[in-house]
């Protein structure tokens, strides 16, 4: 999981379906389904509004996805903040189980 200073948009390419997690007010989260199938509610692209925490894997069973992002000002190792597991766990405890699959231990 991480955040970012400014706004980023993902394209869905191609592929099998991607879920991502934004984790965007305190003890509020959103699961977005990205993908080809809209009738199924799939996404070909998502807002990432800034400094909201944000981790996408692969849908299960998924062998690939290509997705692409957008940012202006543009990307900078230096404003990427990763999240901790414990600290995103204690704040949005209704998505502990996707905290951490989407994290690393602390």
Known sequence: MHRLPADEIYHF??????????LTRPGVGETILLGQDLKAGMRPQVLVPALVWQGSRLVLG???ALLGTTMA???DFADLTLGSRRELVREYPMCTKLIKELTRDD
């Open 13 to 22: 390419y191609g592929g099998d379906p991607v879920e991502m997690l934004q």
């Open 62 to 64: 998924g062998q690939y």
């Open 73 to 75: 000002p543009g990307f």
